[in-house]
């Protein structure tokens, strides 16, 4: 017991600081932190810089998607996949597959998302090209209408937020 207490107290106080550093930076900080005193490099990992402009873009645009309850249906998602896929956005190349899709949105913080089969099942059922999309599964007018308005829509959060992100870089 004795011992027990003595190691209490013979433990340092630490903070843990998280720091990202690019790799040419890497090094260099490497090399001052070794000088330091009383300073230990615990880990070191590798990380992507997961979210840049377009991926906060696309972010937000489906978070006010989520906001303004556009997405009704789970299968409402494959609208967007199947846009992009259309080619309706510059920011974009085609999705490999619906589980690249879903893994895209999960890196960029999207979560409660449909699984693979739902997204692929609803692509499945367009055929034509955006904006002039058939769909085999119905054929109810307001319906096609809507689901045509969920990329609609996208598209227009998604420009507001490039747009709020332009103004924000220019102003400073």
């Known amino acids: 017991m004795h011992t027990l207490f003595l190691a209490r107290f013979a433990q340092k106080k630490m903070k843990r600081i998280i720091i990202e550093v690019e790799d ?30 377009r991926d906060a873009c696309m972010r937000y645009a489906i978070t006010t998607l989520r906001r303004n309850k556009v997405f009704r249906r789970h299968y ?9 896929n259309d080619g309706v956005m510059d920011d974009y190349e085609e999705f490999e ?5 879903i893994n895209y949105l999960c890196e960029i913080g999207i979560d409660e998302l449909p699984d693979r089969s739902t997204i692929s ?7 034509d090209s955006y904006p002039n ?13 809507r689901r045509k308005n969920v990329v609609k829509q996208f598209l227009s959060a998604f420009g507001e937020a490039k747009r709020a992100g332009c103004i924000k870089n220019c102003t400073k």
């Open 121 to 127: 099942r609803g692509c499945s059922n367009v055929f």
């Open 97 to 101: 597959s619906p589980q690249t899709f």
């Open 133 to 145: 999309w058939q769909f085999m599964d119905v054929k109810k007018p307001s319906e096609i209408l």
């Open 24 to 53: 040419l930076a890497y090094e260099p900080v490497v090399g001052m932190l070794e000088l330091c005193n009383g300073v230990r490099i615990a880990s070191v990992q590798e990380s992507m810089d997961v979210m840049d402009d």
């Open 76 to 84: 409402d998602y494959s609208w967007i996949m199947q846009a992009i």
